[in-house]
């Protein structure tokens, strides 16, 4: 049994309003105590966490490479990440 994450971001050539605006939220507080302004270039994405069956990590993070590519992401639009960890 293995844990999967995958994690699918705009690519850095496509606007990210969300992080855009999550950027100016972290940085237009006039209290101290709340502001964020040492925090720049926002990106905001998801994260998709499953776990799955397989005989061996390389095999199974190449399983998972095919679902995020035809489903999970848009790869025109978005990139992303596959890490694989053994619960066993």
Do not use: W
Not at 35 to 56: W, Y
């Amino acid at each position: 049994m293995f844990r999967v994450k995958v994690t699918v971001m705009l690519k850095r050539s496509v606007l990210d309003p969300q992080g855009a605006a999550l950027e100016r939220a972290l940085n237009a507080c006039r209290d101290d105590a709340l502001s964020f302004s040492e925090v720049s270039s926002v990106r905001v994405g998801k994260v998709i966490e499953m776990t799955c069956d397989g005989n061996d990590a390389e095999s199974v993070k190449e399983r998972m490479h095919s679902l995020a590519d035809r489903i999970l992401a848009n790869p025109v639009m978005e990139e992303y990440t596959v890490s694989v960890e053994s619960l066993s």
